[in-house]
């Protein structure tokens, strides 16, 4: 009995990927939060529910501590990093202004970029342990990212722009454009 867990903890499924124990924790945490928000104070839900800037400013620093305290591999200023969060917050409310056919494609590519990035912190691992290698693929990879990243930014802004246009023609001199940035909601459909 004692080969059979040697054997698997030292099998590469175990241990050269993700910590499982960290991803379900992870995946917990994040759907417990969701039931925690039911215990803020009353006058805090309230200005959630009311005050849209509010609610925004709360959007900034939730992105604020996912760049500080989760991305261990940040080692910007906090100016940079403060641009950044505006910036990538300005990606989001853009993406989530978006029709499906918009929304599914960045989603599909967002998953093909994690992909790569785990293959590259493979590859940067194994090259630092067999030492630099000419015939590396990890520049290769490495622009692939960033050709992937400007993409997902072009189609969530082109997707954006699409869904204006949209929401001016039916809103026509009603339209606005903090609305449209700022509030959320769905028109119901069934």
């Known amino acids: 009995m004692s080969a059979l867990f040697e054997t698997i903890e030292t099998s590469p499924f175990f241990s050269k ?3 499982s124990t960290t991803a379900l924790t992870s995946l917990y945490l994040w759907l417990l939060v969701g039931f925690l928000s039911t215990m803020i104070s009353c006058d805090f ?19 604020f501590f996912l760049f500080t305290v989760i991305d261990k ?3 910007t200023s906090l100016g940079l990093t403060c641009l950044k969060t505006f910036f990538v917050y300005g990606v989001f409310l853009f993406m989530v202004k978006s029709k499906w056919y918009f929304s599914l494609p960045v989603l599909g590519l ?3 970029d994690q992909g790569i990035k785990v293959h590259l912190e493979h590859a940067k ?12 693929s990890i520049p290769l990879y490495e622009r692939i990212r960033n050709i992937l990243n400007i993409v ?7 997707g954006f722009i699409m869904y204006a246009i949209r929401q001016k023609e039916e809103f026509g001199a009603s339209f606005s454009w903090m609305k449209l940035l700022l509030h959320y909601g769905c028109r119901r459909t069934f």
């Open 45 to 63: 839900k309230k200005w959630m529910e009311s005050n849209i800037v509010f609610r925004h400013i709360i959007g900034l620093i939730a992105f």
């Open 125 to 136: 691992q194994n090259e630092s342990k067999e030492g630099a290698n000419k015939n590396s």
């Open 110 to 112: 967002l998953v093909v």
């Open 73 to 75: 591999d940040n080692r």
């Open 152 to 158: 997902i930014i072009a189609i969530i802004i082109i």
């Open 17 to 19: 990927t993700f910590d």
